[in-house]
């Protein structure tokens, strides 16, 4: 870009415009355009792979949650499977009673 600066001067000087300058100047220009677009591509391309890095980041933080979360319900089921199981042994005719009546109303539910 010096060199646009440089040739700016000159002009002044001479007050008149040659065709080469001209052309000079638009070379430098596309050289400068070329160097800028170069450089805005690599900053995406840092972007890109930053956010897509953290997205997978996140992606994993959240299938650990699940996997922990779907773990702590299979436990919660077999706890409540284990006392289920208990309550009947401890209580069968109670636990029959119980059966049958929910059986009942479940009939009668889906009857209507």
């Known amino acids: 870009m010096a060199t646009t600066a440089t040739k700016a001067t000159r002009t002044q000087k001479s007050d008149e ?14 050289a400068d355009m070329a160097q800028l677009i170069t450089h805005l591509k690599d ?8 956010a897509r890095k953290a997205a997978g980041e996140g992606i994993d933080q959240l ?4 996997e922990a979360a779907l773990q702590n319900v299979k436990g919660s089921a077999q706890d409540m499977e284990r ?16 059966a049958v009546g929910a059986g009942f109303l479940l009939a009668l539910a889906t009857r209507r």
């Open 63 to 66: 299938r650990e949650q699940g």
């Open 17 to 30: 415009v040659s065709a080469s300058d001209l052309e000079n100047d638009m070379r430098q220009l596309r």
């Open 43 to 50: 900053m995406g391309g840092q972007s890109g792979s930053a």
């Open 83 to 98: 006392q289920l199981a208990q309550t009947i042994r401890e209580r069968p005719i109670t636990s029959l009673a119980v």
